[in-house]
């Protein structure tokens, strides 16, 4: 055993030397077989068009939107940016392809600020009813 209580040592503690060796040279294998396949002018460019997109979809203050089911009693949690809560509940409906499909299956029923983009965690409520499982 070696002398950290790292969880990583535990774990590999318990393979022999030879089997580590032997996944290691099959990982050495897949790293030299598996290249990115190269894009072409067009793919790059679209792939890069659509960053662009993604990058203003997703630019200003995180919100934290509760939506519920138009059609079904299920509500779910969103993240959604914008310089305002409005702007994100319009981002939200609009979405990145311009469908309306979001406006008629989805309504917005509560925004909180965003107190942990990362695990959209709701903060403060902003407009809406306050809903019970607010922060989560």
């Not at 290249?35 to 790059?44: A, F, G, I, M, V």
């Not at 890069?48 to 203003?56: E, F, G, K, M």
């Not at 997703?58 to 969103?78: E, F, I, K, P, W």
Request: glycine share 6%; proline share 2%.
């Amino acid at each position: 055993m070696r002398d950290t209580d790292d969880g990583l040592h535990l774990y590999l503690d318990q393979y022999t030397d030879a089997q580590l060796m032997a996944w290691q040279a099959r990982m050495d294998h897949y790293n030299k077989v598996m290249k990115p396949t190269p894009l072409d002018k067009d793919q790059s460019g679209l792939a890069r068009r659509n960053q662009a997109r993604w990058d203003a979809h997703t630019s200003g203050n995180a919100y934290v939107l509760y939506v519920q089911a138009r059609t079904y009693d299920h509500t779910m949690r969103v993240q959604a940016y914008g310089k305002n809560a409005y702007q994100a509940v319009r981002r939200y409906y609009k979405g990145l392809d311009d469908s309306n499909w979001t406006w008629q299956c989805t309504k917005v029923i509560a925004v909180y600020s965003c107190a942990n983009d990362r695990v959209t965690q709701a903060g403060k409520l902003l407009h809406g009813k306050a809903q019970a499982r607010a922060p989560w």
